[in-house]
């Protein structure tokens, strides 16, 4: 069955610092793309970051990168140079050919001024 | 471009009610998707739509919800007779494209949701 672990509930960082959001996930899908959304107090959902299983590099969107370590079934979300408007909900996700997204229970990240 | 919208924000009804929610996906897109998402909890897939497919309708918790598509674009998502347990907030996405095995065009973007409690 597939599944994406989230395992640290809650995390403190300082502003300006760099932190890092495990996940690690399980499939026996060849091909799945894994992703993660920021959920701030309003509720919304943001997507912030995509990854292929195939991709060789990295992905990176400005403040956001992807540690992808596909042996390990790891996807790390590393937030550089944190501000205060990081603070929120960290969830991870994985799709695969079934098209759904199945999510991790997620990290609550506060920056620390 | 316009977001995924969603309507109500908020709704309070009574246990034994039925309630309707409306989801407006992003122009253009083929996929649309259910969550639900319990108070301090990850999403919970409901059911998905892509073009003119049967829905996979797997996440679906018991037969009091159903889902439909209307000419490819707004869904309704209707739960009948509501009970407490039903009360979340309910989100709508949109993709691209569904079915590529984990492509970018499976990027879901989400609508605000709309916030149930079943009193």
């Known amino acids: 069955a597939q599944k994406i672990t989230q395992t640290q509930p809650g995390m403190f960082v300082q502003e300006k610092e760099a932190v890092t959001l495990d996940c690690t996930y399980d499939?026996?899908?060849?091909?799945?793309?894994l992703f993660w959304y920021k959920q701030p107090s309003s509720g919304e959902m943001i997507f912030l970051i995509y990854?292929?299983?195939?991709?060789?590099q990295n992905a990176t969107e400005g403040r956001y990168s992807l540690n992808f370590q596909k042996a390990r079934k790891s996807a790390n979300l590393v937030i550089s140079a944190s501000q205060l408007g990081d603070s929120a909900m960290y969830f991870c996700?994985?799709?695969?050919?079934?098209?759904?997204?199945?999510f991790g229970q997620g990290t609550e990240l506060s920056v620390k001024p | 471009g316009a977001g995924v919208s969603q309507s109500p924000s908020n709704k309070v009804t009574e246990k034994g009610k039925d309630v309707e929610l409306r989801c407006d996906p992003i122009?253009?897109?083929?996929?649309l998707y259910w969550y639900r998402q319990s108070l301090g909890q990850g999403l919970e897939f409901l059911i998905y739509?892509?073009?003119?497919?049967?829905?996979?309708k797997s996440g679906l918790p018991s037969d009091r919800f159903s889902a439909e598509r209307t000419g490819g674009s707004v869904s309704t998502l209707t739960i009948q007779r509501t009970q407490q347990e039903d009360s979340a907030v309910y989100l709508c996405?949109?993709?691209?494209?569904?079915?590529?095995?984990?492509?970018?065009?499976?990027?879901?973007?989400f609508g605000p949701g709309t916030r149930l409690l079943v009193l």
């Open positions: 996405a949109s993709s691209q494209q569904s079915g590529l095995a984990g492509g970018p065009g499976e990027t879901q973007y």
């Open positions: 499939t026996s899908d060849p091909s799945y793309g």
């Open positions: 990854q292929g299983s195939y991709d060789q």
């Open positions: 996700a994985m799709s695969n050919q079934g098209g759904k997204l199945i």
């Open positions: 122009s253009g897109h083929t996929a």
């Open positions: 739509f892509q073009g003119n497919s049967a829905p996979d």
